[in-house]
């Protein structure tokens, strides 16, 4: 069982409308998760904007372990 299908499995059944906000990574569209879209329809998937990473709440935190965790290290693998 995938992850979106155990989400669909803990939601209330009174809950009419599923909102998941995406980036815009190809894995999204993928079938997968076509399917899973045209299964459980209360789901909506909703993607950001291209070239809009600040509203991506992860891309500051990958901006501080860039700059302090990893700035100067070279790593063989």
Do not use: C
């Amino acid at each position: 069982m995938g992850f979106l299908e155990r989400v669909e499995r803990w939601l209330p059944t009174g809950v009419n409308r599923v909102y998941a906000i995406l980036d815009n990574l190809a894995a999204h569209g993928s079938r997968d998760v076509l399917l899973f879209n045209v299964a459980y329809p209360r789901w909506e998937f909703v993607f950001q904007p291209v070239a809009a990473a600040y509203l991506n709440l992860i891309e500051p935190w990958w901006k501080v372990l860039r700059s302090l965790a990893l700035k100067g290290r070279r790593f063989g693998t």
